[in-house]
C-alpha cells in the first residue's frame, strides 16, 4: 500500500481538508449512496492558486460490502483512463481507518433520478444515451490502444449528470480489466452486478465479457424508453420488468411500454432505430449483441431522425445511386453520417473514388487500372508512396499508352477540369525536366509544361489539368493518348475536379505580353514565383515557341521549325512527333536536304550578346558530335560552316552555334540559309536565341620551371619538391649528370633529359610531379601509312611523317615508375602541319579503347577552328569569345620549342605498382588524307 500511495501522491489529500468541507461528514451534506457508502457534497481547494470548488466526497463504509481492492482499483481506474463521459477522480485520502475517493461534482445527480420525470424530453434522452455509450465504448476501447475495461456494473444509477445535463459513467470499484485487441476478453469472476442489469449468461456461467456491459446497457436504454427502473420492490419481491420488455418488442407493442407523454414528441424513424438498437443489446447470445461503438452509431442515427428528420432523406434523394454503388447498408446511416462519408470519399466497385466538396459538387477520380485496357505496368511496392486513390494500382509511364476515361457520378451543368494525377518514379527528375507533357484527347494535340512549384501537392503527387469542360449530364467519356514521356511516370489516375473560380493574377508589365501569349494558364501570386516558372521555360503562341529565363533573368527565345520554316514549292514538310522535343509538331525531317528558315523575335533582352543556334536531335551520342554544317544569311555569299555542335540537356538533342550578335531591343529578322543537312542531323527542332555564355580559356602552355638562379641554398622558405625514387631515374640518363647543391639537382631535373633509350624525355613540374614525353616510335603504332624521318628540331632526332589515310593509332602502357601516383594525368599530341592546312581545317575524332581508364576527348582541332560569324557591329572583345562555340574541344596551341600541342586524353593514376593502358585511335570524320601531319610524340604533364 505504501509504494501505491507514493505511486499517486500527487492526487493524496488530506483528512482534515475533506472534514472541514464536509462539516465532519454531516448528514446535511449527503448528495447519495451505494455499495461503497455515503456521498458528500464539499468544497475543496485543488490547486495551487487556492480557489476552492464543489467537489463530490465518496466515504468508505465496509458495511455495505465494498473495501480496500475496490477503493485503489477505482483510483488506479479513473487515473488512467480519462474521458469526457467518464466522472473524473480529483483526488483521495487514505489515512487511519479511512477511506475517501473525491470526484468532479455532477450538479444533476444520477440518472436514475430523472428517468420519470415529464421535464426530460426525447431529445434529453437520446443525447443522454449517446454520452453514456461513449464513455463505455471509449473503456471497450474499439481500436486496441489500451486495456480493456470491462465496467461490470452499468445502470441508471451509476450515471451521472453535470450541469449541462452530459453524461458521465461512474463507480468503478467492480471494474475489470481485460486484454487490448482482441474480439473477446473472457474473465471468470465471482458475482458482480445488480440485480436487473445483470448479464443472464454471466449469471449462468460466472464468465463475464465486454458483452455483459451491453446487456447492462441495453436495460438502460429501456429505462430511458420506459420512464421507469428496470426492477421494483412489490411486496416481498423483487419485480423485473425486463422480460416484459422483451415480449412487447418482440410482438410489436412497444406502445404498451413507452412513457406515454414522450409518444408525441417521437419521430417514428428515431423510435425505431432506438428500439432495435436497444433489443439487439439484450440478445440472448452475446456473439448476436452489437459493439458498443456500433451503439454510439445507432444512437446518433436516432437522434439525428428526430432533430433533422428531412436530411437523410435529402441526402438518400441526391446520392442514394452513389451509395448503393458502394455499400447497400450506408442508406441506413444518418444524413449526418452519409454527408461526412460523401466528403471524405467512398470508393465505389473498386475503380473510382467519389467524394463531395464543400459546394456538395462530384470529385471523382478514376482509378489507372479502370482506364488502360492492357499494358498496365504495376511498379514495386517501393515506388507507390502516399496514393491519392485508395487501394487502387499505380501505372509506371515512360512509352506512350491510351486511356479511356468514364466519369459517372459528375454534377451536372458545372465546370470541371480534368487532371492526371501521378508522382515521379525518381525525386532527381522532379527539378531537372521541363519538356511538355504530350497527349491527345479525343484526337486533338496538346502540351502541358509541369512546374514543380505550382503543380506538386503537399503530400509529393502532381496534378496536371489536361482539360477544361462543361457538364451536360451525369455522365462523360473521353479518350486520351499519352506520347512517350523522357522520364518515368507514376500514375495514380485521372480526376474530374470541380473548377475553381478564377482568380485575378498580380500583373507584372514587364512579362505580362508572356503570360498572355503562353499556350497554358500560368498560377502565380508573386514575381518571384512568376519568374521560377519562366526559368523553367514556357509555350507560346499556341505550342509553336518556347521563351524562358536564365539565371540572370535574361531571355532566350527558341522558334519551332513548324513556326520558322520557309517551305519548298516541291515537296510538303513533313515532322515526327518524339517525347524529346518541346514542340507539339516534333522535328522537321529533312531528308538529307538543304532547307531555309526565317526566323523573326522581340522576345529578347537588350544590350545582351547572343548566340543563335541550330536545335536538332541525333542518334549520335557524346557531349560533342560532328555535325559540318553549312549555311549563310540570306544575301550573303560567303558561307559558314560549324563543324561541332554541342550536346543539352537530354542526350539525343544538340545545338550548333551559327552566329553571334547583340540585341539592342529592336525586332531581331534573320532568313537563314541551311546549304546542306548537316551529318549526323535526324530532325531539326527549331532555331534559339540563346544569351552567350562566357567560357574561360583553355590555354594549355609549358609548365614554365622556376627562375632557380634567384634561389639561394641559404633561403629556409624555399625547398625544392624532388621525387623520392630520382636516383633510379638519373641512372637511365643517356648522359652523365652531376650536381653539388639540391638546387642545382632540382634544375637538372626540371629541363629533363633523355632516358637510355633514347626514345623519352623524363623531367618535374614545379610540385615535383614526374612529366614524360615519349617519341613517336614508343607511342605510334604503325600502319604501313608513315616514314620516319631524322630531325635536328626533334628531341628524340627523328619525327613520323604520315604519307596517307585517314586515321593513325598510337599506345603504349604507362609504367607506374614512369608517372606519380595518385595524380591526373594530360597527354599532348606533339605534332606540326604541312604547308596546306587545308585538310586538316575539320576535327579529328579520337577514340580511347580504354575508356574505363582514362577520360575521353572526343575531338580535337589541329588547326584554330572556325569563328562564329558574327552579325552586326563588331561584338566588344570581353564578351565575344569563340571558345563558347567550341565549350569541351582542345584547341591546339603553340608551344615554346617551336612545336604545336593539344590535348588527347587524360588519366588517373592510383598506386605506385599499376599501369595504365594508352590507346588512342585518330581519325578524319570526313576520311581525308591526314597526308604531311608530322608527330614528335605524346608528352604527359599533371593536371
Known sequence: MASFVTEFKHLEIQLEDIISATNNFHESKVIGSGGFGKVYAGELSLSQSGEKSL??????????????????????????????????????????????????????????????????????????????????????????TQQRVLHCDIKSANILLDKNMTAKVSDFGLSKMGPANQQYSLLITGALGTPGYCDPVFLETYSLTKESDVYSFGVVLLEILSGKLCVANIGCELKVYVPFWKKSYEENKLVEIIMQNLMQQMDPSSLKTFSDIAFECLRKAREERPSMSRVVEELEIALESQEFPDLRLEVLKKHEDILMAVDPLLIYKTGKQLKELLSKGLIIEGKTWLCLNEKGEHIERIYIQSCVDENLQHPSDDDIVNSRFPGGRCYKYKWEFKARVRGEYLTPHISYTINLVFRYIYEWDVNSHNRPLRYKIDGESKAFIIYPSTHMREDGWFIVPLYHFTTQHTTVDLQFEFEGHNTYLLVAGIEFQPSEEKVQLPVFEEYQHIVEAASQSLFYTSLDELKQILSKGVLLNGYKTWFSLNEKGQHSHMISMEDCLIPNEDSTPRYVSDSCSRFLVGFYQTNDKGFKTHVKTQLLSPNITYTVNLVYNSSTYGEQVYVDLKYRLRGETTTSVVYLANRRQYALLHMAELYQFTSDGSIVDLEIIFENSGTNIDGVEGIMFRPLKKVEDQLLEDDKVEDIETISDSDTYWEPKIPNDYEETLKL???????????????????????????????????????????????????????????????????????????????????????????????????KLPQDQSTFEAPIKVYDANANFGGTIPFIYLVSPPHTPIIGPKLNENTYNPLNRYKGTTIPQQRTDGWMEVKVWQFKTKTTTESVPMDLKFEHHGKKDLKGLVVQGIELRPI
Not at 107 to 130: E, H, K, N, P, V
Open 55 to 144: 467537489v463530490a466526497i465518496k466515504r468508505l463504509d465496509r458495511r455495505y460490502g465494498q473495501g480496500d481492492p475496490e477503493f485503489f482499483k477505482e483510483i488506479r481506474m479513473l487515473s488512467c483512463y480519462r474521458h469526457e463521459n467518464l466522472i473524473s477522480l480529483l483526488g483521495f485520502c487514505c489515512q487511519g481507518d479511512e477511506m475517501i475517493l473525491i470526484y468532479e461534482y455532477a450538479s444533476r445527480g444520477s440518472l436514475d433520478r430523472y428517468l420519470s420525470s415529464a421535464d426530460l424530453d426525447w431529445t434529453q434522452r437520446l443525447r443522454i444515451c449517446i454520452d453514456a455509450a461513449k464513455g463505455l465504448s471509449f473503456l471497450h476501447d474499439p481500436n486496441g
Open 733 to 831: 640518363s643517356k648522359v652523365s649528370l652531376e650536381w653539388k647543391t639540391k638546387k642545382e639537382l632540382y634544375s637538372i631535373l626540371c629541363k629533363g633529359f633523355l632516358l637510355d633509350d633514347g626514345h623519352q624525355w623524363f623531367s618535374i613540374d614545379k610540385n615535383g610531379k614526374k612529366c614524360q614525353m615519349l617519341s613517336a616510335r614508343a607511342t605510334v603504332i604503325d600502319d604501313n601509312n608513315s616514314n620516319w624521318e631524322s630531325s635536328n628540331e626533334s628531341r628524340f632526332g627523328e619525327v613520323l611523317v604520315i604519307t596517307g589515310g585517314y586515321k593513325f593509332q598510337i599506345g603504349r602502357r604507362i609504367e607506374p615508375q614512369e608517372v606519380s601516383p595518385q595524380t591526373t594525368y594530360a597527354a599532348y599530341l606533339v605534332f
